[in-house]
């Protein structure tokens, strides 16, 4: 979803039988759904600072608008899940949050409707007693993978773990064997490693959970000079005592007939 630049949150519900709007609105309603739509606007990711962004007061039912979202790709993100009934356990979770809160408002109290628009109205999310916003049960699979980075720690008194930093900087923390990691007689702390581990994966994020190490592989990634001269020598010196290669690969072929 492209990102807009304004948003209009609104709660409409009917107490002693008048409708919910600025001349009666119960303070309990207003604090809650102020802290509400502040903490739906900034998230986990904080993508949002609310100390930015502009917001008014709107009659017809208690509604805030909030402006300055042009940079917020994250809200938009998570608005566009919405459209999905499994929506909850795919946005930020203070987001998932808010909306079940809010879900479970409506379910208790059947007149009151939450509604968050652009400016137009061109793309509007309700939710209400009707609503079935839920969480899908996340997809975890057990895979083997290989990982690169570098290895910033390693080791353990009691359960061992190797601390492998990534290109991206996050930093993985992969459980290991101690009978593995005494058998490596190589020194890898503070260099790069590619590391063959069990894990499991979650098939709608990609995030990784309970890795473990199988084992050191090796990796070359970059050209080396000196071992490439050395290849070199060492096929210069193996085909020597052959005059003609030609008829040496067609001799092979023939099963040296």
Known sequence: ME???VLRFAVSDR????????????????????KDVT?????SSRDVDPAEVLVSVEDGSLALVA??????????ADLAQLENPDALGRIDPKRAAVIERWQASSQQNPHRVYRVADVDERRHWHISHETDFRRAEDPWVAIEKYVYGRIVDWGGKIKAN??????????????AEQGLLAREEQNRLYRHAL?????????????????????????QPVYDDAEFEAMVRRGT?????????????????????
Request: glycine share 10%.
């Open 3 to 5: 990102p807009l630049n």
């Open 15 to 34: 107490i002693n039988d008048v409708e919910v709007g600025l001349k009666h609105v119960p303070l309990s309603l207003l604090g809650e759904f102020q």
């Open 39 to 43: 903490e739906f606007l900034r998230g």
């Open 67 to 76: 402006t300055g979202l042009i940079a917020a790709t994250a809200l938009w």
């Open 162 to 175: 190797i601390h492998l930093e990534m290109d991206d900087g996050m930093v993985l923390k992969i459980s």
């Open 195 to 219: 590391l063959h581990i069990a894990a499991e994966e979650n098939l709608l994020t990609g995030a990784i959970r309970d890795p473990k190490l199988l084992s050191f592989e090796s990796h």
């Open 237 to 257: 010196t193996a085909w020597s005592g052959v005059s003609d290669v030609t008829a040496w690969l067609d001799d092979l072929r023939n099963g040296g007939a």
